[in-house]
């Protein structure tokens, strides 16, 4: 019940990124990013371009602290709703986003796959690009070890 007064939230609340005050619209962009998490999107639709232009506000600015926070709305976006349709709602200046968040996206995939692909070889070997991972799998096999020797 509450899932689907979101989008109305949503549209009102958008009205307040036009304000200057920092504090208001860092509250904003939180609500819009937790809205995008738990909106259907098929509710969300009709809002995107409503959300890409008033979030489109605040993004380019330098001083800019919640960056972070308009890319993650950005990237979320894209993931529902394509990249070209979200490219397709910004300005020129501002498609430079879509296109980062996209290669983004790309790299980090190339290297999910790179890490599944070496973990199915039997990558378990020495040290090397396993880094965290590695070090996980070998402190694990320590306490098990560990375990053993004193029963």
């Not at 937790?34 to 909106?39: H, L």
């Not at 020495?126 to 004193?150: I, P, Q, R």
Request: net charge negative; hydrophobic share 40%; glycine share 8%.
């Amino acid at each position: 019940e509450l899932r689907s007064m979101i989008p109305e939230l949503i549209s009102t609340v958008l009205v307040l990124l036009r304000e200057q005050a920092r504090e208001i619209v860092k509250s904003v962009v939180s609500f819009v990013r937790i809205g995008v998490a738990i909106c259907d999107p098929a509710l969300l639709e009709p809002l995107v371009p409503q959300i890409v232009d008033g979030l489109m506000l605040w993004a380019g600015e330098t001083k800019n602290r919640f960056r972070a926070k308009i890319k993650l709305i950005m990237k979320r976006l894209c993931r529902l709703y394509t990249f070209e349709r979200i490219a397709s709602l910004l300005p020129a200046e501002d498609q430079a986003l879509t296109t980062y968040l996209q290669k983004m996206s790309a790299r980090t995939k190339r290297r999910r796959e790179a890490n599944e692909l070496e973990k199915r070889q039997g990558g378990g070997g020495g040290g090397g690009s396993g880094g965290g991972a590695t070090f996980e799998d070998f402190d694990e096999d320590e306490l098990d070890s560990d375990d053993e020797e004193e029963h």
